[in-house]
Structure formats: structure tokens, C-alpha cells
């Protein structure tokens, strides 16, 4: 029977963290079960409160901690639920919570909390964790990482395609023709990160349900425009985004300079920045694809699917779930292919997504 491989991942938004079951057998994929597990309030709130604000070692250490003691819980409950057999586990692929990502300075890192020690001695699971760090060392960003994972999820696919994941972040696989074909992979934008941001502050809502706030508002052209001048857009890949570069202090220095507009012309405008910046990318580095397979929280958000939709047309919409692995756990489920990567001595990066200078074993082992 195949090993089982467990992924973990909390993206940018911190809502929960995703665990997810799955078994890999002749290049096919059967997700055996999947979980969000939320974190306390507390936790959450000291994660988001690191993503605006300077806090001493002692808290990075804590939080390191505790985040792990998350992982740890998210993995025993996924575990609990469908009733599985710990001993076919191989292991457990954690990304861990991102508390920076900073690729382009002198001294490139990416650091992620969640101590892979613990989540290995809570759990008696080997852990594999820490993927983005050999991929910066080989001169890479260490981002993205899912782009691999797409091309072997998918690698029967016979026309042009796309793979958007629409988290915090919003970034976009393009195919190869074939299993050999280079895999071409970049972040878009923001996705889901700064509108969250301004629902928590403006509405106090964890984010814009439905996407029924932005329906009810106009696109504001002048505010779209001065978004859109960010120096990110005009970068090339291989490029990889932090979340701190479309925070809420940067559309407040903008929004500072302009006149007044209702709060649900900014909600709509941020929606549609995230639809255009995606679209652009898009029409520039993937103009013949078909289509486009959507995965990530954005998914849930109907109104952005909508536009984008009617934004990119002729290319066709369409959800990871028509291709076997749900919307919302596509990047728990690259992380476990990651982890068994790394146990079978394999690549796991795409050097043209990246901007590494070769292909990279990721990760490191921590044993139970």
C-alpha cells in the first residue's frame, strides 16, 4: 500500500492552518482527507500583529513555539478524524506560518515559524520543513515553491493551462506542454492579504464574504491607477512578493493624497487591483493559455471570481476540484509532494519559477 504524506501549510492571512492527507502512487494523486484547524485568537493575533510591527527576539521565539504546538495539534486531529494509520505515514511536509519574506536584499531569507523539532516529537512523525532556504542559497527567491507540484499534478494535461492561486498572495503557474518542458511560475500581486486587511480595520470582518461589500461599490480609477504604479508590477520574474509590500500603510500613504471615497469604492478597488494585476500577468507571460485552474481562499470570494472570469475571456475559468484536489487545499497537498521529494532525494523547486541556479533538494529532515 503507498505511504501516506501529510502537508502543512497557513498562508499569509493566518485564518487557520491546512492539513491534508494524501497517498501518491504512479504519479496520481487520492487526497485522503483534509482539515483547517483555527488557530487560538491570541495566536492569531500575535501573527498579525508581527506582520505590522517591530517585537523583540524573545517574542519571535515564543511564537515560533507556540505555532508549532498549532502544527502539531492540526496534524493530530487530521490524523483523529479519518482514522489513520500512523504507521503509513512517511511523513509530514510543513511549511510553517511566514513571518518575512525578503529574497532581493543583500542577505536573502525567507522565515517561517513552527517549530519542526516539536511538530516531530508531538507528533513521532518525521517533519520536513524550512523548503524555502536551499532554493535562496542556489540564488533563488525561494518562491514559489508550488510550481513542481502543478506540473507533476498535472502533467496529463493536453492543452495550454495555467494554475492561480488566489491566497494572500495571488501567483501563476504556466504549464509546460509536457513533463519536460520548463515550468515558468511568479507572484502576481496581492490577492486576498490587503483586502482582509481593510475588512478587519474598516468593517471588522475577517474578509469581504462573497465578495458583497466590493459588489456594492464602483471602481475607483484614479485609486486603481496609483495602486498599479507599485514598483512590484513592474518587475519580471522570476519575482516572489512579500505581504508587507501591499500593506495597509501603503494604501493609506496613497489614499492620503486623494480625495475621500467610500468605503466600498475602496473595497471594489482593491478587489479589482487583484483582478487586473492578474490579468496583466496573464496577457504578458501566458497569453495562449486556454485556461486557467483556480485554487486558494480568493476562490470562495464569487463576485472576484466573476470579474476575473469576464476580465481574462476568452480563457476559461475553472476550480483545482474538476482536477481531483480541492480549492482550498492544493498548497497543503504540495507540501506533502515536497516532503516526499525531499525523502526520495528529489528536486522539488522550478529553477525558472525561482531564479535558482539549479534544481534543489528542499528542506531539511527532523526526525521524531
Known sequence: MASIYIGLISGTSADGIDAVAVR??????KQIGAITHQYTPDCRNKILTIQTQAISLSQIGQLDTLIGEQFAQATSLLIKKFSLDKRQ??????????????????????????????????TQI??????RQKDIAAGGQGAPLVPAFHQAWLSNMTKSAGVLNLGGIANLTI?????????????????????????????????????????????????????????????????SADIDQFSLQWLDS???????????????????????????????????IETVIACGGGCKNSFLMEMLA???????????????????????????????????????????????????????????
Open 24 to 29: 501518491f502512487k504512479n504519479n496520481q494523486i
Open 254 to 288: 496613497i489614499l492620503n493624497n486623494i480625495q475621500a471615497i467610500k468605503a466600498e469604492d475602496i473595497t471594489r478597488t482593491l478587489c479589482e487591483l487583484t483582478i487586473s494585476s492578474v490579468a496583466a500577468a496573464i496577457e504578458r507571460y501566458a497569453p495562449t
Open 310 to 368: 469576464a476580465k481574462i475571456d476568452p480563457i476559461k475559468v475553472k476550480l483545482s476540484d474538476d482536477y481531483g484536489v480541492g480549492s482550498d487545499w492544493v498548497e497543503g497537498v504540495a507540501f506533502a509532494w515536497l516532503a516526499k521529494q525531499t525523502l526520495l532525494q528529489l528536486p522539488g523547486n522550478a529553477p525558472l519559477a525561482t531564479g535558482a541556479s539549479h534544481e534543489c533538494i528542499l528542506g531539511g529532515i527532523y526526525h521524531p
Open 126 to 131: 518525521t517533519t520536513i520543513a524550512n523548503f
Open 175 to 239: 504549464l509546460g506542454q509536457d513533463s519536460t518542458s520548463p515550468i515558468m511560475g511568479f507572484d502576481c500581486g496581492p490577492a486576498n492579504t490587503l483586502m482582509d486587511a481593510w475588512m478587519r480595520r474598516e468593517y471588522q470582518q475577517p474578509y469581504d464574504t462573497n465578495g458583497e461589500n466590493a459588489r456594492t461599490g464602483r471602481v475607483n480609477t484614479h485609486l486603481l491607477n496609483q495602486l498599479l504604479v507599485h514598483d512590484y508590477f513592474k518587475q519580471i520574474p522570476p519575482k
Open 89 to 122: 505515514i512517511k511523513a509530514i511536509g510543513s511549511h510553517g506560518q511566514t513571518l518575512k519574506h525578503a529574497p532581493n536584499g543583500s542577505l536573502p531569507f525567507s522565515l517561517q515559524l513552527g517549530n519542526p523539532s516539536l511538530i516531530a516529537e508531538r
